[in-house]
């Protein structure tokens, strides 16, 4: 079955960086376009990236823009989330998802 998995998250201090990582399996992942959501507290799912199946073509929330990159690893089954100065308000559950599911999440804490 599909089966996304998530890690990477953390506590972290506003203006540090985390990659998070997530490895696929149960469908064919290079040829899948892969996203990035998450959900901070009390807030509904907001979609943060999108990659498409060959990794040359992304496109960013205005709200991570030139902070955040995705990216893949075709031959590991594995995508990727660069976050780079981090602020509160990144503060929430991220997820890796295709068109159909997502995976359980990773928490990402952004405070001082």
């Known amino acids: 079955q599909v089966q996304l998995v998530e890690s990477g998250g953390g506590l972290v201090q506003p203006g540090a960086s985390l990659r998070l990582s997530c490895v696929a399996s149960g469908f064919d992942f290079s040829s899948t376009g892969m996203s990035w959501a998450r959900q901070a507290p009390g807030k509904g799912l907001e979609w943060v990236s999108v990659i498409n199946s060959g990794g040359g073509t992304t496109s960013y929330a205005d709200s991570v823009k030139g902070r955040f990159t995705i990216s893949r690893d075709n031959t590991k089954n594995t995508l990727y989330l660069q976050m780079n100065s981090l602020k509160p308000e990144d503060t929430a559950v991220y997820y890796c998802?295709?068109?159909?599911?997502r995976g359980q999440g990773t928490q990402v804490t952004v405070s001082s």
């Open positions: 998802a295709n068109a159909q599911t």
